[in-house]
C-alpha cells in the first residue's frame, strides 16, 4: 500500500477547548491572542497540528504542495470557524482590519419637479 497519513479530527474535543480559550481571553482581546493562549494552554494539540503538517509536506512529490494549510493558519481557521458558529465576538485582527476598505457611493441629489 502507499504512504497514508492518519484521517480524523487533529484536534480532539475542539469545541471544548476552544471554548475553555475563549473564556481564558479577556473580552476585546484579537485573534493572534487566541492562536497564542491556545498554544499555550493546549501544547499537545498545537504540537500535532505541526506534525500532521509535516506529515502532508513529507509524502507530497518534491516541488509539489500539498492542500494542508499552514499550522497558524490551520489554528486560525478553527478559532474563526468557531466563533462565527457560536456567535462569540472578538476583536479584529490587524491584518483583516488593514485589508477591510470601505467604499462610499454619492447619493443622487432629490430632483424636483416644476409644475
Known sequence: MGKHSTKGHIVLKRDRKLE???RAMPPQ???EEHLAKFKEMYPEDWQSLVYRYKEHERQAPAGQPHPRPEPTQHLLNMVKNYYRKTNKVVARSKREAQSEVVT???Q???VTEHP
Do not use: D, N, Q, T
Request: proline share 17%; hydrophobic share 25%.
Open 108 to 110: 443622487p441629489e432629490a
Open 29 to 31: 482581546s484579537s485573534l
Open 104 to 106: 462610499e457611493h454619492p
Open 20 to 22: 475553555g480559550v475563549y
